[in-house]
């Protein structure tokens, strides 16, 4: 029936190539004309296409012209012209979509050509890259282009000054990583004026590896926090009772949900060995809280795959790419779980006071798009979630890779000889090997294999990071052998050595696959790029997690019945199919896990919105008076309304209260007479007096202050906000973390979360009235004043960590 359908309205992915290849036969009609241009001329035409754009002619109407002068550019500057391939990437990213390009295919040189065209706005584009290195080499190379046409071109990375960063965003073209643009976009919702804010409005975004950045780290918010103070010791007391459990005995561990659940035995041990009467009760949640991080870093969390111990710390290792992620923390005391179970300090946990998920970050901008080799797979996700859609693009030459089919062993051990005998023989022959492992441990073990067999070879992982570009660019040389950690050295080329591509090209072996097939067609496509030739194996064991995991029993009494040894393989189609049907079931699994952490990230996302409105709108205004005139009129309003309610007669009114109320607030004592306010029969003139006392109180209190009263009062508003939303931020990531409970009681958590987010919003709102009032009237004595600091001032710690525990956590 598919089959029939796509007959029937054809591949759209095809026709929408047809379509940009009319375009590129303009831009290739122009070539002659622009190269005959002098350098002065071709840099000309930037000032012409923007005067062009100021008169109201579209960026779309302007593209083939400005993707010819870059095409140009390149060539005189870099000495590289790009293939139409690329130029169609160009226009994929232009309209706000996500390019799949091969690796080798340059995508690096590709971003420049629709960050020229949407430079001309002079709005800003913003070029983002996974680490410092890549983000460097867009700036020096690529930014050669734009500089020799005449555009600015910053580089933002971790370590800038304050006024580097504010240049690096006024440029016309900025280069960075993901987390710093991030963390910028918090820090700015912080400032304390206009003048310490370095980002422009979000505008347009091109994102290299933009799978590896908006979906494998989806769920890592960025997170900005100070110390909090609370007590270590804990940490220690439950580390030391875990220890002591046993599986199936005093816990239970789902290795698929991976989770760590107490039997009712181990609960009963746990409050003999605390204390506590009953763990599940309120006031030990606390216990309860240290006992479940202290039993996911001992069952959970393995050393040297999840995390390593370096220099008595815990330094956690990216699952996705085997890098060690300096700096990173995991969230909700899971690191200090950790630290306590490898006997390294424990250090204290931190107070978020300001947060946003990479994914909501990233659908700030006006328009986004990205490239990667890899995101036909994730397409559902990338529509559904950011709005964009997945062109494949062709590669420049055909793909001459050969993909053999995956062998399977009865155990790891058996593997392992299998690819070690398989690397000797290839190395023999002078071909080059790259072999892909999923772990630190996997890459040593089989270095020590390769060891023993005396085959020379460099090994790249986590604890090898620094060297990555200079070992992965000579992965492709005659006789090199290298083993990479998942997609350590990502981004980075690797060029054949003379004489490699007649025996053969470069040759992938994957050592187990991934859950993902994206991460597995990362591996396969280091061989192959430009047409080169090359090849791929996978080498699976029963013993590998995902086939462990997902039906191995089956194959496993295959092998038996067959009475294969362990290093005898099997090579079949059904296996391979069945592999990839793990695969999609674990990827359609993780989907939803984003989705349902965005839903409810969603709902944080629209209070920040509004808040981080509101906060700049203040900065912006030297006279924040009306502002603050409405929060006070708002509180003295509500206040009424509350101790003289309409439905009770004017004789059953609690005026006492109203008086001590008003007096805390925004009168001075004995100002107020319940005699006198006994007189007032109905809600709204009781109401219109009050507001008429608080605005000749106020005067009175502008007299007495004069010029700094402006002052005075934008920095209780800054601070009443900052202080309230900290407060706010901390609040919701505790009913967060409980809600999942309501389900028990058939009710929908995410409903819940929504109003009671909602009233914990409006809360936060009148409270934040409550202290700007009681600021603005009680804060002065005669003529000193004391302004409050905002609670951001004077900041330490920044993290990036999750929403979820055994996410990370990063901080500066």
Not at 47 to 59: I, N, V
Not at 234 to 252: P, S
Not at 461 to 488: D, W
Request: glycine content about 8%; proline content about 2%.
């Amino acid at each position: 029936m598919l089959g029939l359908l796509k007959k029937i309205v054809g591949d759209s992915n095809e026709r929408e190539i047809k379509r940009l290849l009319k375009t590129v036969e303009k831009i290739n009609g122009l070539e002659t004309s622009v190269s005959a241009m002098s350098d002065d001329q071709l840099r000309g035409k930037t000032l012409e296409f923007k005067e062009r754009f100021a008169k109201g002619e579209s960026l779309d109407a302007i593209l083939p012209e400005a993707f010819a002068v870059v095409r140009e550019a390149g060539k005189r500057v870099l000495g590289k012209r790009h293939f139409d391939v690329q130029l169609m990437g160009g226009m994929a990213l232009h309209s706000g979509r996500i390019a799949e390009m091969r690796t080798g295919e340059g995508k690096t040189l590709v971003a420049t050509l629709p960050s020229y065209l949407n430079a001309i706005s002079g709005n800003g584009v913003h070029v983002i890259t996974v680490n410092d290195y890549l983000a460097r080499v867009g700036f020096e190379e690529m930014g050669q282009i734009h500089r020799f046409l005449g555009l600015t071109v910053g580089l933002n990375v971790s370590g800038m000054d304050h006024g580097s960063k504010q240049a690096a965003y006024a440029a016309d073209v900025t280069y960075g990583t993901n987390n710093e643009f991030g963390f910028d976009f918090l820090r700015d919702n912080m400032a304390l004026s206009i003048g310490e804010m370095v980002q422009r409005p979000l505008n347009f975004c091109i994102i290299d590896e933009v799978d590896s950045i908006l979906i494998d780290e989806a769920r890592t918010p960025l997170i900005i926090s100070g110390q909090a103070e609370k007590s270590t010791e804990l940490y220690f007391r439950a580390n030391i009772f875990v220890a002591g459990l046993r599986n199936e005995v005093d816990y239970t561990h789902d290795e698929k949900a991976k989770s760590v659940i107490l039997t009712d035995q181990g609960t009963k041990k746990a409050e003999r060995y605390f204390g506590i009467g009953n763990l599940f009760d309120q006031e030990n949640m606390l216990v309860n809280h240290h006992i479940n991080q202290a039993m996911k870093a001992h069952v959970t969390m393995h050393r040297d795959k999840d995390y390593v111990v370096q220099d008595d710390q815990i330094i956690i290792v990216d699952e996705f790419t085997g890098r060690l992620m300096q700096g990173r923390r995991f969230s909700d005391g899971l690191h200090q779980a950790l630290e306590a179970k490898e006997g390294v300090r424990v250090q204290n946990e931190s107070k978020t006071l300001a947060t946003i998920t990479l994914q909501n970050y990233f659908r700030g901008y006006k328009k986004l798009s990205g490239m990667t080799g890899t995101a036909k797979t994730e397409e559902e996700e990338f529509r559904s979630i950011y709005g964009m859609d997945v062109l494949t693009i062709p590669t420049n030459r055909p793909n001459a890779r050969l993909d053999m089919p995956d062998v399977i062993y009865k155990n790891i051990r058996g593997k392992f000889n299998a690819v070690v005998r398989e690397i000797n023989e290839r190395h023999k022959n002078g071909q080059p090997v790259l072999v892909g492992t999923t772990s630190i441990e996997q890459s040593e073990y089989l270095s020590s294999l390769l060891k023993q067999a005396k085959v020379q070879h460099q090994v790249l992982n986590a604890k090898h990071h620094e060297k990555e570009a200079a070992i992965i660019a000579l992965a492709g040389q005659r006789g090199a052998v290298t083993i990479a950690t998942n997609m350590a050295g990502r981004g980075t080329d690797i060029l054949l050595g003379e004489g490699v591509e007649e025996i053969g090209g470069l040759h992938v072996i994957g050592t187990e696959r991934h859950e993902s097939r994206r991460i597995d067609n990362q591996l396969r496509g280091r061989a192959g790029r430009q047409g080169d030739k090359g090849s791929s194996q996978f080498f699976l064991s029963l013993e590998d997690d995902l086939m462990r995991l997902f039906g191995a029993e089956n194959i496993m009494n295959v092998m038996n019945r067959l009475g294969l040894e362990e290093d005898q393989p099997i090579q079949a189609g059904i296996v391979s199919k069945a592999i990839e049907s793990a695969q999609k079931k674990v990827e359609g699994n993780n989907f939803d896990i984003r989705k349902h952490v965005l839903k409810y990230d969603d709902v944080m996302n629209q209070q920040r919105i509004v808040m981080y409105k509101q906060r700049r709108e203040i900065l912006e205004v030297n006279d924040c008076q009306h502002v603050v005139l409405d929060m006070v009129h708002e509180l003295v309003e509500t206040a009424v309304e509350q101790f003289c309610p309409k439905e009770v007669v004017p004789e059953d009114w609690d005026i006492p209260a109203l008086i001590e109320y008003a007096e805390a607030r925004f009168m001075r004592e004995g100002k107020l007479d319940e005699a006198e306010l006994r007189q007032y029969a109905t809600q709204e003139e009781m109401i219109e007096l009050f507001l008429e006392l608080v605005d000749r109180e106020y005067e009175a209190l502008e007299q007495h202050l004069g010029g700094g009263m402006r002052e005075f009062e934008k920095v209780i508003l800054l601070r009443a906000v900052d202080s309230k939303w900290i407060d706010h931020i901390d609040a919701m990531d505790q009913l967060r973390q409980g809600i999942h409970l309501r389900a028990y009681g058939q009710r929908d958590p995410l409903m819940d979360y929504k109003f009671e987010g909602y009233e914990m919003f409006e809360e936060m709102i009148h409270n934040i009235r409550e202290e700007v009032t009681t600021y603005v009237f009680k804060s002065y004595v005669g003529v000193g004043m004391q302004a409050p600091e905002s609670p951001t001032m004077g900041l330490q710690t920044v993290t990036i960590g999750p929403g979820e525990t055994g996410k990370p956590e990063r901080s500066e």
